[in-house]
């Protein structure tokens, strides 16, 4: 890297951070990103999720694109054919910085860390696809970092600003359910191959698959289709399994409502558990000063005896309260209720205090783009997705160490068992520090 070159970043990055401040209101406002005109952005990560990550913020410009695999992107490279194309996001923001406004990463998860923050540093606005980070120190970092460089971020949960949540949340903080002690949380998850080992067979790299930057901070290892591009997802050094795919989603409605905090402790059943894979279900159980959560996946679920015998859907949560019991969820194949009875139209005398979009298929997009401009925080900004992003990782800890963990998260520990403290962060690979 040359001297011009860091020169330059480091021009952006003063000139990017006096702007990006002022997506916070508690800021000095001069000028405000993008309120004049269209953000660009650059997509780092743009097939999959990412594809649609794109195109839920095509009405600014989508300036750059980055994507180590072409066959995967080929789509959204074709639907934007004046972005600039990239395999490497830091020759990308490196050369593309100054004219770059806002990013989003939707890569697999080893490697939401290592963009994001490099982005952040920069003085970039990101949005990030769930889980936040692959490992709890990461989503601590990243979280610290989005503070310290005062930049507009947003985690890819998207329920966070569905209207029906956002008014069960309303209601729920209202004490409609009186006090809430017990939550159920469950998913279909995985869809992919879990409980498995590695594959043996080595065979030939795509011409189309950058494999090394694929692979990233990941420890090196052969190609294998049995990882691109989807069912990375169980394999440890790639993903974080059924439960850090869906649970920055499903146990939102419990964090948004409730704010239990961190755990002091949790605890994991499981189908065996490898050095490769995650399991091929799970049951944890959280324990919090004033709540107790319970996490299901691969085919469990709670007792329908909770919720009086409905059928449960494929995703969803229960809340247990001391005045009635509220079954959310926003699966095509199940109808949020409570429990009694009751119905949210009956609580009209609970004010409204939650923004809600109506477009509920931009929404989530739109309220961080509006923050880039200088409007309120996204709701899902990391001071809010990381500490939530912990507590689910926190859940594949207890079930890599095969003990009850007690959690200091002040210090960032695990205070019982010393040798799980080791899945708490993983090394990246040499050349890719952040």
């Known amino acids: 890297m040359n001297t011009q070159l860091l020169s330059r970043r480091q021009f952006v990055k003063r000139a990017v951070l006096s702007g990006a401040a002022l997506a916070f209101p508690f800021v000095a406002r001069h000028n405000v990103l993008g309120a004049n005109g269209r953000l660009n952005i650059a997509g780092i990560g743009v097939g999959g999720k990412g594809a649609s990550d794109v195109a839920n913020v095509d009405y600014e410009t989508i300036y750059a694109l980055c994507d180590v695999d072409e066959k995967n992107a080929a789509d959204t490279f074709a639907k934007y054919p004046a972005a600039k194309r990239f395999k490497d996001f830091r020759v990308m923001l490196d050369k593309e910085g100054a004219r770059i406004d806002a990013v989003t990463v ?6 939401h860390a290592p963009a994001a923050i490099t982005a952040m540093k920069l003085g970039k ?17 990243m979280a610290g970092i989005a503070r310290e460089h005062k930049v507009a971020t947003q985690m890819g949960n998207q329920g966070h600003a569905n209207p029906q949540m956002r008014r069960f949340v309303e209601l729920i903080r209202a004490s409609v359910l009186g006090k809430v002690r017990e939550a159920h949380v469950w998913t279909d998850r995985p869809i992919w191959p879990q409980g498995i080992n590695r594959p043996a067979d080595t065979p030939p790299v795509p011409n189309t698959l950058d494999w090394d930057l694929w692979l990233g901070v990941a420890p090196a290892r052969p190609y294998n289709p049995a990882y691109v591009p989807f069912k990375w997802r169980g394999f ?7 439960l850090g795919d869906m649970a920055c989603h499903n146990m939102d409605i419990v964090f948004f409502s409730l704010n239990p905090g961190a755990p002091t402790s949790i605890e ?3 189908s065996p558990v490898n050095a490769e894979t995650a399991p091929s279900w799970s049951i944890i159980s959280y324990e919090f000063p004033d709540l107790k959560m319970t996490w299901y996946d691969g085919g469990k679920k709670p007792s329908s005896d909770l919720i009086k015998g409905r059928q449960l859907a494929d995703n969803g949560v229960i809340l ?10 926003r699966d095509r194949d199940g109808a949020s209720a409570f429990v009694s009875g009751a119905r949210v139209e009956d609580f009209k005398n609970v004010p409204e205090s939650l923004p809600k979009y109506q477009d509920s298929e931009k929404a989530h997009h739109r309220e961080w783009i509006d923050a880039c401009k200088g409007g309120p925080r996204a709701m899902s900004n990391f001071d ?18 095969g003990r009850k963990i007690q959690w200091d998260s002040k210090a960032m520990k695990i205070t019982n068992v010393p040798e799980a403290d080791q899945y708490l962060r993983t090394v990246y690979r040499k050349g890719w520090a952040t």
């Open 106 to 111: 939707s890569t697999p998860d080893h490697m």
């Open 125 to 141: 606005p990101v949005y990030c696809q769930k889980p936040l980070a692959h490992t709890v120190y990461e989503a601590r970092e």
């Open 236 to 242: 440890w050094d790639f993903g974080t399994g059924a």
């Open 268 to 270: 994991a059943q499981s």
């Open 320 to 329: 247990v309260g001391n005045k009635d019991t509220l079954y959310f969820t």
């Open 384 to 401: 809010y997705a990381g500490p939530l992003t912990e507590v689910v990782l926190l859940g594949n800890v207890a079930l890599r160490s």
